[in-house]
């Protein structure tokens, strides 16, 4: 049984900076793709960072390139978002996803297990 667990989420001042990480078990977090999404309500979910592949291939939606990077511990099986210089528009529900497949890493519906989520507030 897949289970992904989120951790590091919070609340932070707009320039500030956090780390979430996702921990899994019955999954190999090297294989395929895994990724940060975020939500907020009323809108779509939205891919924030993949990482992809063997050779750990990373992607990032335009809001976010520059601040945010992704990145995995093969040893721990875990998959990490440091963010910085953190925008109130990035105040979201962050969920990471992991896929058995190879497809585009920022279609949410192509994800076969998510965690339950952590919540980041950016305040101005």
């Known amino acids: 049984q897949v289970q992904l667990v989120e951790s590091g989420g919070g609340s932070v001042q707009a320039g500030g900076s956090l780390r979430l990480s996702c921990a899994a078990s019955?999954?190999?977090?090297?294989?395929?793709?895994l990724a940060w999404f975020r939500q907020v309500p009323g809108k779509e979910r939205e891919g924030v960072a993949g990482?992809?592949?063997?050779?750990?291939?990373?992607y990032y939606t335009d809001s976010v390139k520059g601040r945010f990077t992704i990145s995995r511990d093969n040893a721990k099986n875990t998959v990490d978002l440091q963010m910085n210089t953190l925008k109130p528009e990035d105040t979201a529900m962050y969920y990471c996803?992991?896929?058995?497949?190879?497809?585009?890493?920022?279609?949410?519906?192509?994800?076969?297990?998510w965690g339950q989520g952590t919540q980041v507030t950016v305040s101005s």
């Open positions: 019955g999954y190999t977090v090297r294989r395929n793709c």
């Open positions: 996803a992991a896929k058995d497949s190879y497809s585009p890493w920022w279609r949410p519906e192509t994800y076969n297990y």
């Open positions: 990482i992809c592949s063997d050779f750990g291939l990373s």
